[in-house]
């Protein structure tokens, strides 16, 4: 027999199991709309892909593959895309899709696989991706996501969580019951894709019925090994349940893959199984409906999506006076103000208390430092300190003394003589330090931004500058050629030397340009009134243009006379000069 070890901390809270198991998993009714979130798992949710007025079969996939896809349940009509209450604590909206069933339950043609061992593990991997599977122990987790995809991801144990901890929860328990074959080939498929050396199976000595069915389905395998242990809260959480089996404690932070141990729920297992063996996506769960005021208690197969007023009348729900509705169990649960919220993939308990089963604890008083809550704490955590942390909002502290170990368990608060609520405060601090960092992260991106465009736009001027600075070079490169001994101011002064010596040594050329200019205003004056005498008026505007052409000419050829008369005028005493001496 397997050693089995234990976990630090604890506590040991009235089971009442025995209120929903004794009766076999029933067939909850198709409603008559289904609300279909499109975030039902830790991570980013999907787009729809559908639209209001649009017909969609059972199995239709509803939205794209950005987050985990949404499948329709059954058979209807799209009625809309509109935000509707959500199962949160916050009573809050999210966007869903709104389908109207007609109840004829009509499906898509599946794609089973006959034989999985014939396919790579990576395509195996996104099959379960396609086919909208998270963790239904809870948590929500995409299960294509813990899987290895590559060898390097080395996984030495896989667990099988049949733990189910959780005071009231059975739909774990009557799953293994009724459906250990399904469970045992979904782990035959995580086995083919890890590739593990042993595979746990850990459940409570407190499920003999479930035991007895595993190892009756198993008959006498020995590639997998059922694992019981004694009864304690919170020895479902999955690194509790790791430390059980295996004696190894996950590192703060870390990720059972960093030890090579892969885990998941019986619940994953057996939706793993339905979506490679039988090529149906995640549209129902088992989902436990209980309290005492439900007269009808027990575990259902409902449609994800089924409004929970619908399930609850189902099992006979009466409502009592100030009457509570949970979901979860009474330790990690949450309370909902709406009950026709939708059952997501999370569901896996309705627990409807009668007024005296699970009384309001009473006020919070102040803390009294008794350490009682460190010492059940199975985290190993200082939750005293964590509390005076997140009332300052210290969130340096927080994480400092690892607030996001914390598994939100309850059996601080379960163990406080003082009443004082606090996972609410460990679960607000998370969101706030977590809104915080995303804040840091879009402010750091801003900078990043402007940081970029900054470097860009001081490129620019450099190389701006640098093709200024290139063109003077090139324009002082070619004026040092043309320079005189390569003196440019030498060569400027030789050019006005010249040029002064040329006006005064050439009056006769100045002259003669003169005569040459007149020539050339004779010839355009003769050819101006040769076109202006060959017009024969047909159109005036030409007529007028040739007119002011010889008109123009004459004035220029006026001008130019006068200038050559005056030079010569001036040019006369300069010549009787000369002849006299």
Known sequence: MRRVHDFHGGIYPPERKTLSNSIAIRKAAIPKQLVLPLSQHIGPPAAAIVEAGQEVLGGERLTDLSGLPIHAPTSGVIAAIEERPVPHASGMLEQCIIINCDGEDRWVELRPVDDFRNIPPEALVQQIYAAGIAGLGGAGFPTARKLPMESNNAIDTLIINGTECEPYITSDDVLMRERADRIISGIEILSHIAQPSEILIGI?????????????????????????????????????????????????????????????????????????????????????VTGESAAQRGNFDVLLGTPMQDLLSQAQYQPAPRQRLIMGGPMMGVTLSDHHCPIIKTTNCLLVPGETELPEPGAAQACIRCGLCAEVCPARLLPQQLYWFARAQDHERLEEHHLFDCIECGACSYACPSHIPLVQYYRASKAAVRAQKTDNAKADHARERFEARQERMARAAEEKEAKRAA????????????????????????????????????????????????????????????????????????????????????????????????????????VNEAEGA
């Open 204 to 288: 409570e000595d407190n499920k003999p019925e479930a035991i007895a069915a595993f190892k009756l389905a198993l008959n006498g395998r020995e590639d997998m090994q059922v694992v019981t242990f004694p009864t304690k809260y919170p020895s479902g959480g999955e690194k509790q349940l790791i430390e059980i089996l295996t004696g190894k404690q996950v590192p703060s932070g870390g990720l059972p893959s960093h030890i090579g141990i892969l885990c998941q729920n019986v619940g994953s297992a057996a939706a793993i199984h339905d979506a490679i063996i039988l090529g149906r996506p995640l549209v129902s769960r088992i989902t436990t």
């Open 471 to 574: 063109r003077k070079r090139a324009a002082m490169a070619k004026a040092a050629d043309q320079a005189v001994d390569g003196d440019p101011i030498q060569a400027a002064i030789a050019r006005a030397q010249a040029r002064k010596a040329a006006q005064a040594s050439a009056p006769a050329d100045d002259q003669q340009l003169n005569r040459d200019k007149l020539a050339k205003i004779d010839a355009r004056l003769a050819k101006a009134r040769d076109k202006l005498n060959a017009d024969d008026g047909s159109d005036p505007a030409m007529t007028a243009a040739l007119a002011n052409a010889v008109t123009t000419t004459e004035k220029k050829r006026s001008a130019l006379l006068i200038e050559i008369d005056t030079s010569d005028s001036n040019d006369a005493p300069a």
